[in-house]
Nanobody, 123 residues
Framework: QVQLVESGGGLVQAGGSLRLSCAASRLSFSDYAMGWFRQAPGKEREFVGRINWSGASTGYADSVKGRFTISRDNAKNTVYLQIDSLKPEDTAVYYC????????????????WGKGTLVTVSS
């Protein structure tokens, strides 16, 4: 079955950077828009950002604009999330998502989910 495997999470100090990766398998990767969501302790999962199949279009939640950057490498079946200027409120489990509908991905129209990677930001 389809697998989305996130990696790159960890403990980092506020102000630091991380790059998360999500490797897809058994998926026609370039047919899918990809996205990232996060879930902080005690909170609901929220949309972070998305990228269309070619990488030409991206979109972000207002709370992360200017600090988060999504990219993808279709040759490697991998999507990335570069996180800069990390804040303690960025602490969450970050999930990778695949969707056949880029416009609705941010609203939760997701076909496949990864299991997540934990990012902890210390102050």
């Amino acid at each position: 079955q389809v697998q989305l495997v996130e990696s790159g999470g960890g403990l980092v100090q506020a102000g630091g950077s991380l790059r998360l990766s999500c490797a897809a398998s058994r998926l026609s990767f370039s047919d899918y828009a990809m996205g990232w969501f996060r879930q902080a302790p005690g909170k609901e999962r929220e949309f972070v950002g998305r990228i269309n199949w070619s990488g030409a279009s991206t979109g972000y939640a207002d709370s992360v604009k200017g600090r988060f950057t999504i990219s993808r490498d279709n040759a490697k079946n991998t999507v990335y999330l570069q996180i800069d200027s990390l804040k303690p409120e960025d602490t969450a489990v970050y999930y990778c998502a695949a969707s056949r509908t880029y416009p609705r991905l941010g609203a939760g129209a997701v076909d496949f989910w990864g299991k997540g990677t934990l990012v902890t930001v210390s102050s």
